[in-house]
């Protein structure tokens, strides 16, 4: 399990986003795979008791399929980017396809923020898509969607850097959502004690 992205990724694709260089103690909570009526709403609200903000990577045909909670999304002032419009796996599909089907989404999503799904991407496709979107990637994933991972593990990785501009990856998905529920709080709670703040991008 990599909960932190390491520095060899970070160095072979320096033009990705993986943290936000900031002298301020500040970390960047994004939340993948969204939206959805149930599990979204609650993030916000949760976000809400601690005036934080956050950035949500949605997928197309969801943001289609519950357009009021997208809209509940930007209203309540946070960022959105896109994460395609059905969730493809850069690995298993043609670079046409893939483009094709981030376009899509971009019908729908209105951002120049792009995070692809699992992670995962071809060299040509970071090269084609870098002309167009900023690429974000995380420093920490909490493994929220994996269910042989517990809401304590769970909330354990997702306090595992202190860095300012740490980027952090929850999913507002009905998946992870146990140990969202779990987790989210908690670490909104002990980032807050800090005296962190939470910022979309």
Sequence with gaps: MFVKSSSILRSLFPGLIWE?????????????????PDITNWV????????????????????????????NIISQGHSVGNHTHNHLN????????YYQNIDKASEYIDS???????GRFS???????????????????????????????????????????????FHDSLKASDNLKYALPKFLKYYSDKGYKFSKL
């Design 44 to 71: 916000l609200n949760t976000l809400n008791d601690y005036n934080a903000k956050a950035t949500f990577f949605c997928v197309g045909e969801n943001v289609c399929r519950f357009p009021d909670v997208y809209k």
């Design 20 to 36: 936000v260089k900031t002298d301020t103690k500040e970390l960047f909570v994004t939340f993948d795979d969204g939206p959805h």
């Design 123 to 169: 060299l040509s496709q970071i090269r084609k898509l870098k002309n167009e979107y900023s690429i974000v990637m995380w420093s920490v994933l909490t493994y929220d969607f994996d269910g042989s991972v517990s809401g304590e593990t769970c909330f354990s990785n997702s306090i595992s850097s202190d860095q300012n501009g740490t980027v952090v990856v």
């Design 112 to 118: 120049r923020l792009f995070r692809p799904p699992y």
């Design 90 to 97: 850069g690995w298993k599909v043609s670079n046409h396809d």
